[in-house]
């Protein structure tokens, strides 16, 4: 009796819009729990990404595109859909402290990093830190700026020269 009115009141639930929706919202936030360092630090390094993104886009006189926002929009529904899927499988196998998240998460905070260094140094060529590691970063610059890498490599040895 108990089991049969619990099974009518899933079926009901199931039977609506709201009920599906209201179930993956929280499977998710069941998924994520105790993620949500990962998850913020991951967002936060995404948010920065745009912010630089916006910025080094001003600095070259275009306007922030819109196709900024879906860019951004995508990230985080990829990144979303991978964190979701690693934060299940700790869960699955009983990892507690959310290990392969972790590994997820950083790596996420890596690539947007890597992706953010590249706006700083077409907004501040002239910041030590950047210029130090500015070699390595010539397929990003030439990626963001739509240009060929040799000629990122020409306008900094120029830029170099420049202030010998």
Same mark, same amino acid.
């Given at each position: 009796?108990?089991? !049969?009115?619990?099974?009518?009141?899933? $079926? *009901?639930?199931?039977?609506?819009?709201?009920?599906?929706?209201?179930?993956?919202?929280?499977?998710?936030? @069941?998924? /994520?729990?105790?993620?949500?360092?990962?998850?913020?630090?991951? %967002?936060?390094?995404?948010?920065?990404?745009?912010?630089?993104?916006?910025?080094?886009?001003?600095? $070259?006189?275009?306007?922030?595109?819109? &196709? #900024?926002?879906?860019?951004?929009?995508?990230?985080?529904?990829?990144?979303?859909c991978a964190i979701l899927a690693f934060s299940c499988i700790?869960?699955?196998?009983?990892?507690?402290?959310?290990?392969?998240?972790?590994?997820? =998460? @950083? /790596?996420?905070?890596?690539? &947007?990093?890597?992706?953010?260094?590249? @706006?700083? %140094?077409? =907004?501040?060529? +002239?910041?030590?830190? /950047?210029?130090?590691?500015?070699?390595?970063?010539?397929? !990003?610059?030439?990626? +963001? #700026?739509?240009?060929? *890498?040799?000629?990122?490599?020409?306008? #900094? &040895?120029?830029?170099?020269? +420049? +202030? @010998?």
């Amino acid at each position: 009796m108990i089991i !049969e009115h619990f099974i009518v009141k899933i $079926q *009901e639930i199931f039977s609506t819009v709201w009920g599906w929706i209201s179930f993956a919202i929280f499977f998710v936030i @069941s998924c /994520l729990s105790g993620h949500g360092t990962a998850v913020g630090i991951a %967002l936060i390094a995404i948010v920065m990404d745009a912010v630089w993104g916006i910025a080094s886009s001003v600095k $070259q006189g275009k306007f922030a595109k819109s &196709e #900024l926002a879906r860019d951004t929009i995508g990230k985080i529904a990829v990144y979303g859909c991978a964190i979701l899927a690693f934060s299940c499988i700790d869960k699955l196998l009983g990892i507690h402290n959310g290990l392969t998240t972790n590994i997820i =998460c @950083s /790596l996420i905070v890596l690539v &947007e990093f890597w992706s953010t260094l590249g @706006s700083m %140094l077409i =907004c501040f060529p +002239k910041i030590p830190f /950047l210029r130090v590691i500015k070699f390595a970063l010539i397929g !990003e610059i030439a990626n +963001k #700026l739509g240009i060929r *890498e040799d000629d990122v490599k020409n306008a #900094l &040895e120029k830029f170099d020269n +420049k +202030k @010998s």
